[in-house]
């Protein structure tokens, strides 16, 4: 797993659950250092999905932050595939969230989870394509000897229009 990826998952992880805990307010810059997150604490399981929706909201924006800023010709191959693992985190989070089950005695959970599935289908298809085109980068890298061809820079910029998509998707979602 690459460690950017797993980095940003952690940080959001331990902000929101600050933020659900009522430690700090959304919006807080920072949490403070003597709050840490159990060992045993299981964020499907006990994080609100509108607080996984943002963890992972946080890691694609992260993503499109990078090739928004980065000249997709500097990109190293280990951004690369660190990207790819973080996108296949985001999927299988989504993936989790979509399938769990509403709480028939929460009402509040379930129009909250109802929400976040919605968003979510806004999203999969753009996030679909762009794992598929940074995968495809990837084979293109390692099928050349490493050599970064035209069919690979092609496949970055086909991820780079899909990280636009899933950023334009990102705006529609509720804060």
Not at 3 to 10: D, E, H
Not at 130 to 136: G, I, N, R, W
Not at 141 to 167: P, Q, V, W
Request: aromatic share 10%; with cysteine; glycine share 4%.
């Amino acid at each position: 797993m690459g460690q950017k990826s797993v980095t940003i998952y952690n940080e959001a992880i331990r902000y929101f659950l600050a933020v659900q805990n009522n430690v700090i307010v959304a919006g807080s810059d920072a949490v403070p250092d003597d709050f840490h997150v159990p060992a045993d604490f299981d964020p499907e399981k006990q994080l609100l999905p509108k607080f996984q929706q943002k963890v992972y909201r946080k890691m694609l924006e992260s993503f499109i932050k990078t090739f928004e800023e980065v000249n997709l010709r500097e990109l190293t191959i280990e951004s690369i595939r660190d990207i790819e693992d973080g996108l296949n985190m985001v999927r299988s989070g989504f993936f989790s969230l979509k399938e769990k089950e509403n709480d028939r005695t929460d009402k509040n959970f379930n129009v909250e989870l109802n929400t976040v599935k919605s968003d979510l289908l806004a999203v999969n298809e753009p996030l679909k394509k762009a794992l598929a085109f940074v995968s495809a980068a990837i084979t293109e890298f390692e099928d050349n000897g490493g050599k970064k061809t035209a069919e690979y820079r092609l496949s970055l910029e086909d991820c780079r229009d899909m990280m636009s998509e899933i950023k334009i998707q990102l705006r529609a979602w509720l804060e």
